[in-house]
């Protein structure tokens, strides 16, 4: 769990969200609430209230109830990968978007404005095979189990 952690500290996420999610994914029982996170964590609650709350921001972590429970209960969803790549996705949208004004500001003739332009291309080509990519593994995962990724 811990080395989990690490890696995705490594790729930008903050240290105690990073734990949180660890702990979720690699939980048997698919949830734990906050209470279950900072015993198994050894951190205080509010430091897992944070935790969740960024998780939760960025599509990592959604919280759920139990009906005439007023307890709360944290998991990482079933499709998380996906869920993460979309937002990646949008946010490359809108990157290619203020980039493409950044070359007209520039001038697509300068250094400076082919360097940006460049910058474009490689964010339209990604942003037009994710979704591809994406459609290819829900059907490895549909065909490997007989399941659509969304049912499980």
Known sequence: MESLASA???????????????????????????????????VSPAAVSGAVRYLIQI???RRE???????HYYRAPNDVWDEVIGIRDRLMARWTGVLREGVTV???????GERVA???RFF???????????????????????RAIGDR
Do not use: C, K, N, Y
Request: hydrophobic share 45%; charged share 20%; proline share 6%.
């Open 8 to 42: 995705l500290m490594e790729m930008g996420v903050p240290r105690m969200p990073a734990r949180v999610f660890a702990a979720l994914l690699t939980t048997d029982s698919g949830r734990l609430t906050a209470a279950d996170l900072a015993a198994r964590l050894h």
């Open 59 to 61: 599509g990592m972590a």
């Open 65 to 71: 109830s139990e009906p005439g429970s007023r307890r």
């Open 106 to 112: 520039l001038g697509a003739d300068t250094p400076a």
């Open 118 to 120: 460049e910058s474009v």
């Open 124 to 146: 339209e080509f990604v942003g037009s095979e994710l979704p591809l990519v994406i459609a290819r593994w829900r059907g490895q995962g549909a065909a490997a189990d007989g």
